[in-house]
Nanobody, 122 residues
């Protein structure tokens, strides 16, 4: 098993930046693909980005391409989500999740963190 804890959320103005962190403990972190998802009130959970066990394999949701960057530091058991040029529609609770492979489908991930709130003011 792996335990995940997100941090780095907060309130930011439109156009600002935030870096989220997903810290893992437990099983061998480097063997897991990590995904970021988000969920806004009254909306379905949405795929944000994912990184495979190999750092070179990264994937993004369409509205995040060019603005968000996912990276991982296996030595620190941490995955980062750098979010730039934030928009009010990015407001949501952001979750990280661990699974055996990358996917845009949340059902492919076995372990989830508790989430961190990101609020972008207009």
């Amino acid at each position: 098993q792996v335990q995940l804890v997100e941090s780095g959320g907060g309130l930011v103005q439109t156009g600002g930046s935030l870096r989220l962190s997903c810290a893992a403990s437990g099983s061998t972190f480097s063997r897991y693909a990590i995904g970021w998802f988000r969920q806004a009130p009254e909306k379905e959970r949405e795929f944000v980005a994912a990184v495979g066990w190999s750092i070179g394999n990264t994937y993004y949701g369409d509205s995040m391409k060019g603005r968000f960057t996912i990276s991982r530091d296996n030595a620190k058991n941490t995955v980062y989500l750098q979010m730039n040029t934030l928009k009010p529609e990015d407001t949501a609770v952001y979750y990280c999740a661990a699974g055996s492979g990358t996917s845009y489908l949340s059902s492919y991930y076995d372990y989830w963190g508790q989430g961190t709130q990101v609020t972008v003011s207009s």
